[in-house]
Every structure is written in C-alpha cells, then in structure tokens.
C-alpha cells in the first residue's frame, strides 16, 4: 500500500493560506531572502485537511480503544484537563514574564508540589524533569551531590534489579556509575542475598521500582531499603508504577529517598507518540537542598485574606537548572486537574480499581497463558506469549489482537520472562471491555493450535501488515520522497 504526499498531490496555484491586507507599505523582499530551490507543495486547506485527517485514522489511540500497553499505564485522559490547560491564562502565558503578572500559574505550580509532597510523603518536589527518564538522570545526580557534600567520593557504583526498566541503567551510566545487576528471587523479589552481598562502601545507591516491572509489589521492601542504608547508600524509587499505591503507600514513609513521577502516566496526562511528558522529582528532607533551582515558593505571605507573593527559589547546593523555564507546564496544568477533579478518595479507588482490573485479567488469562511468577498483582502482570503445542510467539499473538482491534501488550520486557506479554489494562476500563480482550486472547491460543500461520502472518486487517523490523532498523529511511528538482 503506497500513500500520496502532499507534494504529490500538490497542483500549481492552489492556495490555503490568506494573508490580511497589510497595514504597512507593500516593499519587495530582499532577493538573498527568497529560496527558489526550497520545494513547497501547493495545496488549498482542504487538500491539508484530508490528507491529515487520513493519515490520522492510522493511528491507534486510547480515545480509540484499548490500550493495555504494560508499564506506560495508557488511561483515559479525561477532556476537562483539555480545557483548563488551554485557558488563555495558562496557555499565553510566558516563562519570562515578571512573577507579579503570572501569579496564577505560580500558584498552580505551587499547590502541585504541595499535592505531589502529600500523595508521596517526600519533603520537597521539583516539577523541571521533562519526563520519567530524566527525572531519574535529577535524581542520581542529587544522590551523587549528597554523597560528595558528606566528602564521600568513592560511591561509583549502582544497584538496579534484574527486572527494571532499560531507562535505569541509562540514567546511572550517563553520570559514569558503575551498574551491578542483582537477581530477582522466584517469587519476582529483589533477591535479598544477592543484594547483601552486593552492598559495600562503593554503593551510592540502589535503583528500585516497586510495585516491579512484573507488577509484583516487593515483599521486602523495607528490608531492601534496609540493608541499602546500612551500607551508606541512597534509595531512588523509579515512580513509573505509582498508579498502582496512590492513597494506599506513601514512597516515603518505606524510606525511600527520591523518587520520579510520571505524571502521564500516573496522572492523565496524555502520551505516546514520544511526549511531551513531565517527571517531578520528590526528595525526603535530607536531600532537599540539592533540588534543581528554581522551585516554587512562597517569597511573601499574603496580609489577611490575600494570597501570598509565589515566586522562584534556589535550594542552597542546588546540583542547578536541568530543564529551560519550568518544566512542561501544559503538563503540570493537566495533573492539577486531574488530582483536584479526584480528591483523595478518588485517588485511592483509582489505585484500587488499576489493580482489581488487573487481577480480574490475570484470573482470566492464568489457564490459558503461564504466568511466571503467579502471585496476587498490583496493576499489570507479566504472561507469557507461548502457546503448547504451538510455535507461536509473543510477538505473532500481539500482531494478531490488531485483528481484534486491540493494542497489544508490551512485549519482550520485563527481560527476564521469556516471551513477556506485559498487561496493564489500567482502572478506566469497565468489565465487557475486560471480557473482551481476555476472550480474544483465548480465541487466539486456540487460533495458535488449529491455524498458527494465521498469527505467523498477523496482522491481516490493518493498512499496513507486518513490518520487517530488522530492515525497518538496519535501513531506516525516514524520508520517503523528495521532488526531483530538490538539491540537498
Ligand atoms: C515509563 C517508565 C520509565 C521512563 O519514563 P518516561 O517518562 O517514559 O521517560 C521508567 N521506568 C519504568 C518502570 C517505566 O515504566
């Protein structure tokens, strides 16, 4: 199936743009400024407006069906966070602009960090990091700021279970730590002799998620965080599977000592498609005044009924500045809704809810697909994409449910189940919506049995059927078609 573009349908003359009369004398520009050779196509608005409407209608979306993509907690993002993050207050307002004129969006900010502080239990937050992954390289950094402010400089290495996340090891050897993987024990936990025996006076810390990428909750972790403290090192806690613990666990009060936030993930705000995304980092009081500068804060209390004077602050040994202006503020604005709309309870239930969907997912798919380490789950679990009697794999059965109109698993992660299809159905989805992704998935392992060349070749019913992914990674070509005439 080939697609025109937009250069190919382009005609001579045809025009979408009009611009108003001028109210300056018409003057001609300067010909240094006039760029013969750049190729644009000439389309009127509605020619634009087609083809990217076409174009659109490719596109799986959470608006458009089930979105079970473990550990990204695809939810729905509900429409009210639209709106009030396109208020002209919020949306026209510039970072640059003197504090007195952006009050609004300062207190925004404010209460956020406030409201983080009080559904993690940390002392301080900092709303900078653009997403999860660079909330994680703040929060190393910080850890690494602690230990030099105490002279400690031999901290080089870090501890980061078997079953975390790719980005964890990223963000500890970008800053030059040294990674040490520990085992998961058979029950999906950090393996506590291993992680003993791995603690010494190097560790600047452990790197841990908790409920795991399996979707197990540790059973442990107050005994993990123990014996990483006893041997002088720091617990970073990767927040991505927070949805699962809100209002039921406070990260901080198991002794965790900075954690990241994923608020499009945890908190509604919409993602796929790479971002933008925003990753708070919360931080227990001892490390409060490493924080990236500015935070937001009170500079003024308000006299009587006025509100206070918000403004910026630095934390005294600020490891500095890791984002331009403030973070994702469009993000931030989105969260503030979401969390105001649901209170406390409503943060509870959504917790209660993400992890009963996944128990009722789990109960129904745990005869059909083995499950490794089978036990109770948070808010996903981990199966595996193997049929018996059958050569299928996880990725032939996660092509096939495009054939039943839903987005497959997460696949091939964690890597330490073989064949892992990761099962994050989230809480906004009602019980035929369940049913139905558990009945295709059953249809399917039969399908493995009786017509295995029927996933082999999945899937049949999308635009496009299944991609060489090799060659897709080998040969990438991301530009498809240049007019002839074009000179680079
Ligand atoms: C999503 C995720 C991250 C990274 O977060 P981003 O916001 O995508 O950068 C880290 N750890 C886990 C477990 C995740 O699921």
């Not at 009060?253 to 971002?275: A, E, Q, Y």
């Not at 099962?423 to 019980?431: A, D, G, Q, V, Y």
């Not at 996933?455 to 240049?482: I, N, Q």
Request: one cysteine or more; aromatic letters at 8%.
């Amino acid at each position: 199936m080939t697609e025109s573009t937009l250069f190919e349908l382009s005609s001579p003359g045809r025009t979408g743009v009009t611009f108003p009369d001028p109210d300056v004398p018409r003057a001609k520009l300067p010909e240094s400024m006039l760029r013969a050779e750049l190729p644009l196509p000439e389309l009127a608005e509605v020619d634009v407006i087609r083809h990217y409407m076409h174009l659109s209608r490719y596109n799986y979306s959470v608006d458009g069906g089930f979105y079970p993509l473990g550990s990204c907690t695809m939810k729905y993002n509900p429409k009210i966070n639209e709106d009030t993050a396109r208020l002209p207050g919020f949306a026209f307002t510039h970072p640059l602009q003197p504090i007195e004129t952006a009050q609004g969006a300062l207190a925004l900010m404010y209460e956020l960090q406030e409201w983080l502080k009080e559904i993690s239990g940390f002392a301080a937050v900092t709303l900078q990091p653009a997403a999860g992954a660079h909330g994680e390289l703040t929060g190393v950094l910080i850890m690494r700021a602690w230990h030099k402010s105490r002279g400690d400089d031999n901290r080089v290495k870090m501890l980061i279970p078997d079953s975390a996340h790719g980005t964890n090891p990223a963000s500890s050897g970008m800053i030059g730590l040294d990674v040490v993987q520990i085992p998961s024990d058979n029950r999906g936990n950090v393996d506590l002799a291993a992680l003993k025996a791995a603690c010494d006076e190097t560790v600047a810390g452990l790197m841990l998620t908790n409920p795991n990428t399996l979707g197990l909750f540790d059973e442990h972790v107050e005994e993990v965080v123990r014996i990483v403290h006893d041997c002088g090192g720091l617990v970073y806690g990767d927040g991505a599977n927070l949805n699962a613990l809100l209002g039921i666990l406070r990260p901080a009060d198991v002794g965790i000592d900075v954690m990241h936030f994923n608020l499009h993930k945890t908190f509604s705000t919409p993602h796929g498609g790479g971002g933008p995304g925003s990753g708070p980092v919360g931080v227990a009081a001892h490390l409060a005044e490493f924080l990236p500068a500015p935070l937001i804060g009170i500079l003024e209390e308000g006299e009587e009924d006025l509100p206070p004077l918000y403004g910026y602050v630095t934390p005294k040994q600020t490891i500095g500045r890791v984002k331009a202006f403030h973070g994702h503020f469009g993000m931030l604005v989105r969260t503030y809704t979401y969390i105001a709309m649901h209170g406390a309870d409503g943060l509870r239930q959504v917790a209660e809810y993400s992890v009963l969907n996944a128990n009722y997912l789990l109960a129904r798919l745990r005869n059909t697909y083995h499950v490794p380490y089978d036990r109770i789950c948070m808010h996903e679990f981990v199966a595996e994409g193997k049929v018996e009697g059958s050569d299928v794999r996880a990725l032939d059965i996660a092509k096939r449910l495009m054939d039943y109109d839903f987005h497959p698993p997460t696949n091939y992660f964690p890597l330490i189940v073989h064949e892992a299809l990761m099962i994050e159905p989230t809480e906004t989805e009602n019980k035929d919506t369940l049913d139905a992704f558990a009945d295709a998935l059953i249809k399917i392992a039969e399908e493995a049995k009786t017509q295995p060349e029927l996933l082999h070749e999945a899937p049949h019913k999308t635009p496009f059927g299944r991609m060489d992914e090799v060659k897709a990674a080998r040969e990438l070509v991301l530009c498809c078609w240049l007019p002839e005439n074009f000179s680079k």
